[in-house]
């Protein structure tokens, strides 16, 4: 349960409203070069000021242009930077995954989950292309003379390719299903999802009010809970444990490790700490494994002497 920041923005912009208006005015009065001068005139002059003016008048000045108007042109402004600014999140962590499927990149070489898994299935793909590809040859060949004569050549055309030929071929076709498996998916999970209409700055203002009673209402509950000293619901365990590891972690672990997360409590800071180490620890390879231990053993000893 988050607090949406439209409510900070309404309150903002209502009491700064009348600044929002003099910011206008100063504005007019700055690009016009008639009153930019009078405005240049009697700031160097306040006695002439004084004496056009006297001192018993107190000027209000409205701006020519409609406040409100300004204010539309700000929230559709907001509204396409906060869609802009969730299309590039998704469109950079795309790119990432598409570099590290085409390069093969493991989890140490700074590869993910998604990217294995994608290159994985672009594999799968390909290798069901080349087979299609292939039993079609054969389909040709078998026709008759001609035609066989024709798969001959062929089998021997490609066996005269260039096998580095070949394999950047065969890489950018596999690159090709790779960016189109990507593509497909909206949503990675993380906040890295493809923009809607619902990511709207301007629609988040509406929901704003409904998002708030929401998330007072859900902390109050939670707070009667710890008070009657019950157990933790299984939404409760979810959200910390979520705002613990993050968005990006959660939702990429399956659920299996999302159930183990929940239960060791990982919002309390040295569960925390016991389980990145182990995190750290699974993504070693067996001889880094083996010299941590060692280190650990070093370690423990020393401090029992």
Same mark, same amino acid.
Request: hydrophobic residues 35%; contains cysteine.
């Given at each position: 349960?988050?607090?949406?920041?439209?409510?900070?923005?309404?309150?903002?912009?209502?009491?700064?409203?009348?600044?929002?208006?003099?910011?206008?005015?100063?504005?007019?009065?700055?690009?016009?070069?008639?009153?930019?001068?009078?405005?240049?005139?009697?700031?160097?002059?306040?006695?002439?000021?004084?004496?056009?003016?006297?001192?018993?008048?107190?000027?209000?000045?409205?701006?020519?242009?409609?406040?409100?108007?300004?204010?539309?042109?700000?929230?559709?402004?907001?509204?396409?930077?906060?869609?802009?600014?969730?299309?590039?999140?998704?469109?950079?962590?795309?790119?990432?995954?598409?570099?590290?499927?085409?390069?093969?990149?493991?989890?140490?070489?700074?590869?993910?989950?998604?990217?294995?898994?994608? !290159? #994985? %299935?672009?594999?799968?793909?390909?290798?069901?292309?080349?087979? @299609?590809? =292939?039993?079609?040859?054969?389909?040709?060949? +078998?026709?008759?003379?001609?035609?066989?004569?024709?798969?001959?050549?062929?089998?021997?055309?490609?066996?005269?390719?260039?096998?580095?030929?070949?394999?950047?071929?065969?890489?950018?076709?596999?690159?090709?299903?790779?960016?189109?498996?990507?593509?497909?998916?909206?949503?990675?999970?993380?906040?890295?999802?493809?923009?809607?209409?619902?990511?709207?700055?301007?629609?988040?203002?509406?929901?704003?009010?409904?998002?708030?009673?929401?998330?007072?209402?859900?902390?109050?509950?939670?707070?009667?809970?710890?008070?009657?000293?019950?157990?933790?619901?299984?939404?409760?365990?979810?959200?910390?444990?979520?705002?613990?590891?993050?968005?990006?972690?959660?939702?990429?672990?399956?659920?299996?490790?999302?159930?183990?997360?929940?239960? !060791? #409590? %990982?919002?309390?800071?040295?569960?925390?700490?016991?389980?990145? @180490?182990? =995190?750290?620890?699974?993504?070693?390879?067996? +001889?880094?494994?083996?010299?941590?231990?060692?280190?650990?053993?070093?370690?423990?000893?020393?401090?029992?002497?």
């Amino acid at each position: 349960m988050r607090l949406s920041s439209g409510f900070c923005v309404v309150y903002f912009i209502k009491s700064h409203f009348i600044y929002i208006q003099k910011i206008v005015r100063a504005y007019e009065v700055l690009t016009n070069k008639e009153t930019r001068d009078q405005y240049d005139y009697f700031r160097s002059r306040p006695e002439a000021y004084l004496e056009k003016y006297g001192t018993s008048v107190i000027w209000k000045y409205a701006p020519k242009s409609d406040t409100a108007l300004v204010i539309i042109a700000l929230l559709a402004l907001l509204s396409w930077l906060s869609i802009w600014i969730k299309k590039t999140r998704w469109r950079n962590l795309a790119d990432r995954i598409i570099k590290a499927s085409v390069d093969g990149l493991s989890l140490k070489e700074g590869g993910s989950n998604e990217s294995i898994e994608f !290159r #994985r %299935l672009a594999l799968e793909k390909l290798a069901e292309r080349q087979a @299609e590809r =292939e039993k079609l040859e054969k389909d040709e060949s +078998g026709g008759g003379g001609a035609t066989a004569s024709n798969g001959k050549d062929k089998k021997k055309k490609t066996r005269g390719l260039d096998k580095k030929e070949l394999k950047m071929k065969e890489q950018e076709e596999l690159k090709a299903i790779i960016v189109e498996l990507v593509e497909a998916v909206h949503d990675f999970g993380g906040g890295f999802a493809k923009p809607t209409w619902r990511d709207m700055f301007i629609v988040k203002l509406i929901k704003a009010p409904y998002s708030i009673i929401t998330a007072c209402a859900w902390w109050i509950q939670y707070l009667i809970r710890r008070t009657k000293g019950l157990e933790y619901t299984d939404e409760e365990l979810e959200f910390f444990t979520r705002r613990a590891v993050g968005d990006v972690i959660w939702d990429t672990v399956t659920e299996e490790e999302k159930a183990d997360m929940k239960t !060791r #409590r %990982l919002w309390i800071f040295e569960n925390l700490q016991q389980w990145k @180490e182990e =995190e750290e620890f699974r993504l070693l390879s067996p +001889g880094e494994k083996k010299q941590y231990n060692r280190l650990k053993r070093k370690t423990s000893s020393a401090k029992i002497d």
